[in-house]
């Protein structure tokens, strides 16, 4: 994948390779040299897909455990978009705090990372499992202040 991006011009696409390779930017600075685009390639997959894919996830997964903030949410984004289409950037989509808190809150309890993320018993970490029966994270994107 690496190598067929590099065999096209740069500005072939806007992407990554586009905007860290070979030439000086404007500040002076060197991008980044075909070695090093090799070993920060990784990186940048990961960064660029796998969190993305992660926290989507993580989002369904716990809306679906989580009814009335599915409800409350699905209110706020049919009152902002007239259709599933109209769902831009922009303002509309900046005014969706609901939104951003959820979202907040669920990168707070599952972060996306691919590392291992070692729980403790305290404030700062998810509650632990009860002992008689499934465990499911409690969420409250409420906790996030601009949201009324």
Request: hydrophobic share 40%; with cysteine; charged share 20%.
């Amino acid at each position: 994948m690496i190598g067929q991006r590099m065999s096209m011009p740069k500005d072939a696409a806007h992407d990554f390779y586009a905007a860290t390779s070979g030439d000086v930017t404007p500040s002076g600075e060197k991008g980044l040299q075909n070695t090093e685009l090799w070993s920060e390639a990784s990186f940048f997959v990961m960064a660029g897909g796998m969190t993305v894919s992660t926290l989507m996830s993580s989002v369904f997964f716990t809306l679906s455990r989580h009814p009335e903030a599915y409800a409350r949410l699905v209110a706020e984004i049919r009152t902002a978009f007239s259709s599933g289409t109209a769902i831009v950037g922009g303002p509309p989509l900046s005014s969706c705090k609901y939104l951003r808190a959820v979202i907040d809150e669920t990168m707070r309890t599952a972060p996306p990372t691919t590392a291992t993320l070692w729980r403790e018993d305290d404030i700062y970490s998810a509650v632990p499992p009860p002992s008689d029966g499934p465990f499911v994270v409690p969420l409250r994107p409420l906790r996030w202040a601009t949201v009324a």
